[in-house]
């Protein structure tokens, strides 16, 4: 098995402290907090805070259940946690690699990372790897490597594009 360069999971406090989903999650769960405790409107109102926490687990338990791995010759994407299943993708099979983020996300440190290649895990669409910290670096990484590996394998692609005649 290949050494692996990198290891990481979409962070749940990005996710949390880098997106809108999670400032709202954050501001309901506060809200439900200050009408409980400052503003005396009973308990009812900590639900908004039991509903913040449910969906700060289930975010969590999603980040949870995807493991990435990169290594010299291939990215492998572990899923599941009871159903597990592991998918791979040549290195060398990568076509793009994009990053994406906003205002937000940079504030917060992390990025999307959109991976489009010729393999079958992407057959349906690109690889979408959400919430993911120091994402700039890691796609820079992700992009020498695939360089590597398409030397190594002397590997070029070659885009067809069909022109319609006048």
């Not at 969590?60 to 946690?81: D, P, V």
């Not at 120091?134 to 070659?158: N, W, Y």
């Amino acid at each position: 098995m290949d050494e692996r360069l990198d290891t990481f999971r979409s962070s749940t406090l990005g996710w949390l402290l880098g997106t809108l989903a999670g400032w709202g999650t954050i501001l309901l769960a506060l809200a439900g907090v200050v009408l409980v405790f400052v503003l005396d409107y009973g308990l009812y109102p900590l639900a908004l805070t039991v509903a913040a926490l449910v969906i700060l687990a289930v975010v969590w338990i999603q980040n949870l259940a995807a493991k990435y791995e990169i290594t010299e010759e291939r990215l492998i994407i572990r899923r599941g946690i009871i159903m597990k299943s592991v998918d791979e993708i040549e290195l060398y099979r990568i076509k793009d690699v994009r990053i994406n983020f906003s205002i937000v996300n940079q504030l917060a440190g992390i990025g999307t990372i959109c991976i489009a290649s010729s393999d079958e895990t992407t057959r349906d669409g690109d690889l979408v790897i959400a919430n993911i910290s120091k994402a700039q670096d890691r796609r820079e990484h992700l992009r020498r490597l695939v360089d590597t590996a398409r030397q190594k394998r002397r590997v070029r692609e070659i885009d067809m594009v069909h022109e319609d005649m006048p």
